[in-house]
C-alpha cells in the first residue's frame, strides 16, 4: 500500500518536469547554444537584468505583507519577515514540486509563528481569486485593444477560433493537448485533495475563515494598493528585461504588456515555474510582433533562466534565517 502511494507521489512529481522538459526539447531541438552563450556573455546587458531581479523580490515581498493583512481579522499576527519569508519558501518548493508552495507557507507560519494552518490556507485561496480576477480583468482588456493579435496567437498555436473543432495543426495539437490534459489532470488532483479535507467538518469552517478574512481587512484601499503593487512588480520584473537585449529594446510597451499576459496565463499549466508553456506562448507572441525565431527563443530561454535562478536563492536565504531562531511555542502541526 505504501509503495503505491510513493508511486503515485513519484509520478505526480515526474509528470510536470516531464512536460516541461518536453516542450524545452522541442522548442529548442536545433538551437544553436554557441551562438546564444554568445549572447549571454558578450552583447546581453547584465546591469538591465541584475535591475529586473530587483522586481522579483519586491513582488513577493508586497505579497507578504498582503498575507499579513488577510490573517489579522482572524486574530492571527505572524511576524512580517516571517511572512515574507514563508513566501519566498513558496517559491522555492514549487520549483521542485509544482503548486506546493500554497501548502509549504501555510506550514512556516504554523511552525514559527503559531499560524493555524487551515485559516491561512483559506487565505490563500481569497488571494488567488484576487490576483485571478484581476489578470481576467487586465486580459480582457488586452484582448479588446489586440484583437489581431490574439487571433494570429490561437491561429498558430493551432487553435482556429473561426473552427476551434478543425483548426489544429499537428505541431499545436500535440502542444495544446498534452498541457490542457495535464492541467485537467493537475486540477482533479487537487479537488480530490480538497474533498477529502471535506470530510472533517472543522477544516472546513477554518478555512471558509479564512476565505472570508477579506470582508474584515482594514484599510482595504492598502489591500488594493499591494494587490496591484504585487502585479506592477511581476510587469516590470519582466519588461525591463527588454532592455537587456538589443533585439527586443524596440519593442513597445503593447508588446510587453500582451506577452506578460500570455505568459501569466500559461503558467496555469503545473510545470516548474512554467517553464516549457511559458517559454512557447511568450516566444509565439513575440515573432507575431516581429521578432525573429532565433532572438525570440534565445531571448524566452535567458529571461526565464537567469529570474528563475533568483527563486532558489531567496528560498535559501530565508530558510537559513528562519532556521536561526527557535520555533513557536504555539506552533500548529497539520498534515495533508
Not at 212 to 241: M, R
Not at 256 to 274: D, K, L, Q, W
Request: aromatic fraction near 14%.
Amino acid at each position: 500500500m505504501n509503495s503505491n502511494k510513493t508511486l503515485k507521489k513519484a509520478i505526480n512529481i515526474a509528470i510536470p518536469f516531464v512536460l516541461g522538459g518536453g516542450i524545452l526539447w522541442w522548442m529548442y531541438r536545433d538551437t544553436d547554444f554557441h551562438a546564444m552563450e554568445e549572447t549571454l556573455l558578450h552583447e546581453m546587458n547584465w546591469g538591465w537584468m541584475l535591475f529586473s531581479l530587483v522586481f522579483g523580490i519586491t513582488a513577493q515581498m508586497f505579497r507578504g505583507i498582503r498575507w499579513k493583512q488577510t490573517l489579522e481579522p482572524m486574530g492571527e499576527h505572524p511576524r512580517l519577515m516571517d511572512c515574507i519569508h514563508a513566501i519566498f519558501i513558496s517559491y522555492a518548493t514549487s520549483l521542485v514540486i509544482p503548486r506546493s508552495g500554497e501548502l509549504s507557507r501555510c506550514g512556516v507560519l504554523a511552525k514559527y509563528d503559531g499560524v493555524s494552518f487551515l485559516k491561512s490556507l483559506g487565505t490563500v485561496v481569497t488571494e488567488r481569486m484576487i490576483d485571478s480576477l484581476l489578470i481576467l480583468f487586465i486580459t480582457f482588456v488586452v484582448i479588446l485593444s489586440q484583437v489581431g493579435i490574439f487571433t494570429s496567437f490561437f491561429d498558430r498555436t493551432g487553435t482556429n477560433l473561426c473552427d476551434v473543432l478543425r483548426g489544429f495543426t499537428t505541431t499545436g495539437y500535440i502542444v495544446t493537448a498534452i498541457c490542457l490534459v495535464i492541467t485537467l489532470l493537475f486540477l482533479w488532483l487537487l479537488m480530490k485533495r480538497f474533498t477529502f479535507m471535506a470530510k472533517v467538518k472543522d477544516m472546513v469552517n477554518k478555512v471558509k475563515e479564512g476565505i472570508l478574512s477579506l470582508k474584515g481587512v482594514e484599510h482595504k484601499g492598502l489591500f488594493t494598493f499591494y494587490t496591484l503593487a504585487i502585479w506592477g512588480s511581476y510587469f516590470l520584473h519582466y519588461w525591463i528585461t527588454f532592455l537587456c537585449f538589443d533585439f527586443t529594446s524596440h519593442l513597445t510597451f503593447t508588446v510587453a504588456i500582451v506577452s506578460f499576459i500570455v505568459g501569466s496565463i500559461s503558467v496555469i499549466v503545473p510545470t516548474p515555474n512554467g517553464a516549457g508553456p511559458w517559454h512557447f506562448a511568450v516566444k509565439t507572441i513575440l515573432i507575431l510582433y516581429g521578432l525573429a525565431d532565433t532572438d525570440a527563443v534565445t531571448f524566452v530561454l535567458i529571461v526565464h533562466t537567469v529570474q528563475t535562478a533568483l527563486v532558489p536563492l531567496l528560498g535559501i536565504f530565508s530558510w537559513v534565517a528562519l532556521a536561526l531562531r527557535p520555533a513557536s511555542s504555539k506552533q500548529q502541526t497539520f498534515n495533508i
